[in-house]
DNA sequence: GATTACCCTACCAAACAAGTAGGGTAGAAT
DNA sequence: ATTCTACCCTACTTGTTTGGTAGGGTAATC
């Protein structure tokens, strides 16, 4: 299950899309209006913004927003950034490959089974971006 | 991502799956050839035979087996066992549904998606069984 | 009736999740 | 230049989950 923390994530990103290229949104806006606790969610945003899907401007007027169109942004990538893993099984990881002791991945079962659910989901995932969080 | 509990169970299930219709295997057989701590691996036999998905048979000669055909038990059965939901959201879920606060599932982008997303991986686990697992 | 092997409860430490607190610092605007 | 705004960063807290341990109870074979 996706964390607490990351369904908070799109529910910021679907507020700055819906504003895209309207200038910077204020933190404690988008806390207000999604009810999301205000330093929590800075914590959030900082890490979106450390991994380049937003960007911000400081002082008066200031805030966060887009660094890019939200078509070009895959979902799969909001979730590796906030939550980490998609896949069911370490070893079947892409970005967080890591191998599993007492299994050989030539003859698992399991292993096999699990690439195949991973692809299933990184082909919505990869695809869907930020765009389509707006219906 | 999978506890180490349901990677636990289910490299114990693939040993009974090997031995099927073979009689009663020890818990400590499994420990030992599985590398699985004992009394932890004891916890989750219980809780695979509580579901219905083992027997077991008491007493000198006893043990541990399966309750059918290998191919009649869908891996999802298993996750849903010993891990809970498959589902990213809990709003998408089939068997641990829980509503959203905050969030109207009508016009939800997020929802649609993980509902697709959700229905890639039944797809998969769904099909695939504990036959599957021996490769 | 002794032994075997499952059954059950309780406990523990470490890790993670979710949220809080509080101040630091850069940058606009006046 | 100063002031205010709003992002930036670190540390802490609390509760839950995970992974594992301990120890004894109980039912069924032989």
Redesign the pocket.
Same mark, same amino acid.
């Given at each position: 299950m996706l !964390? +607490? /923390?990351?369904? @908070?994530a799109f529910r910021a990103l679907e507020m700055l899309v819906s504003r895209y290229e309207q200038g &910077?949104? =204020?933190? !404690? %806006?988008?806390a207000r209006k999604k009810k999301? &606790? =205000?330093?929590?969610l800075?914590?959030i #945003? #900082?890490q979106l /913004? +450390?991994d380049g899907i =937003?960007? !911000? +401007? /400081?002082?008066? $007027?200031? $805030? @966060?927003f887009l660094a890019q169109k939200p078509s070009r942004v895959p979902v799969a990538r909001v979730i590796r950034v906030v %939550? $980490?893993p998609i896949a069911m099984l370490p070893c079947v990881s892409l970005y967080f490959y890591q191998k599993c002791k007492n299994c050989d991945e030539k003859h698992c079962g399991l292993h096999d089974i699990m690439i195949g659910v991973r692809d299933a989901q990184l082909a919505i995932l990869e695809k869907k971006t930020l765009a389509d969080l707006v219906v």
């Open positions: !964390s +607490k /923390k990351t369904q @908070y &910077p949104v =204020l933190i !404690s %806006d988008i999301i &606790p =205000l330093k929590f800075e914590n #945003l #900082l /913004k +450390k =937003l960007e !911000s +401007k /400081k002082g008066k $007027g200031g $805030g @966060y %939550d $980490g």
